[in-house]
């Protein structure tokens, strides 16, 4: 099956910092989404974006589906902006299912 | 209203006990999805279902079992709940061609 990897899988930041996580799938994919997941467990979904740019606020997101990978962009982060963040796909041509990485733990501090 | 309802929110059971999780959505979506998530790992499917006849085992399918009821409702029942069971569990639900829209989870604790 599809293989997910993401990266770092811990990053600790400044309040008001940027940054930049990265997800690496192996094979062609029909769905990429973005979800951050609060203390509480809740999960958010943040983009729906199997190819190309969108932008949401401060965050925004890449995905170049021929070379197989996806970014999310964190601007001017928050402490609300803590949690982690996961990648999940759905591979072409496989079973209709959300395959997730591991996740990048984001923790940032006041 | 939430669009993907979860119930319970939490809950402690003992071990051999049966217990039941509901999900219910009013997105009108026709497949739906349970997901278990342990501590510091990403989710992973236990099954899906397609519409009401058409159920699939995920990842994780053993222990577990599902009922869609109707298009609105899928339950995820655990016959005889063992310790290592103890997770967050999500249900999820999507159209075809679109994104998932996820509950907020239920925490389930088997003691």
């Known amino acids: 099956g599809i293989q997910v990897e993401q990266s770092p899988p811990d990053l600790i930041l400044q309040e008001g910092a940027n940054s930049t996580l990265r997800c690496n799938f192996s094979?062609?994919?029909?769905?990429l989404q973005w979800f951050h997941q609060n203390p509480w467990g809740q999960l958010i979904n943040l983009f729906y974006?199997?190819?190309g740019t969108k932008q949401n606020g401060r965050l925004s997101a890449t995905t170049v589906a021929t070379e197989r990978y996806s970014l999310l962009y964190i601007s001017s982060s928050q402490t609300t902006d803590s949690g982690v963040y996961f990648c999940?796909?759905?591979?072409?041509?496989?079973?209709?299912?959300?395959?997730f990485g591991k996740g990048t733990k984001l923790t940032v501090n006041p | 209203d939430a669009d993907v309802t979860q119930t319970p929110r939490n809950r402690i059971t003992k071990t051999g006990k049966r217990i039941m999780l509901e999900c219910s959505q009013t997105?009108?979506?026709?497949?739906m999805y349970w997901y278990r998530q342990d501590p510091g790992l990403g989710l992973q499917l236990i099954y899906y279902?397609?519409?009401?006849?058409?159920?699939n085992k995920g990842e994780i399918s053993d222990g577990y079992s599902v009922s869609r009821q109707a298009q609105a409702k899928f339950s995820l029942s655990l016959e005889s709940a063992i310790p290592n069971q103890t997770a967050l569990y999500f249900c999820?639900?999507?159209?075809?061609?679109?994104?998932?829209?996820f509950g907020s989870g239920t925490r389930l604790t088997v003691v």
């Open positions: 997105k009108g979506h026709d497949r």
């Open positions: 094979d062609s994919v029909n769905n």
């Open positions: 974006i199997p190819s």
């Open positions: 279902s397609f519409d009401v006849k058409d159920i």
């Open positions: 999820a639900t999507r159209l075809q061609g679109y994104g998932y829209t």
């Open positions: 999940a796909v759905e591979q072409r041509g496989g079973s209709e299912k959300l395959v």
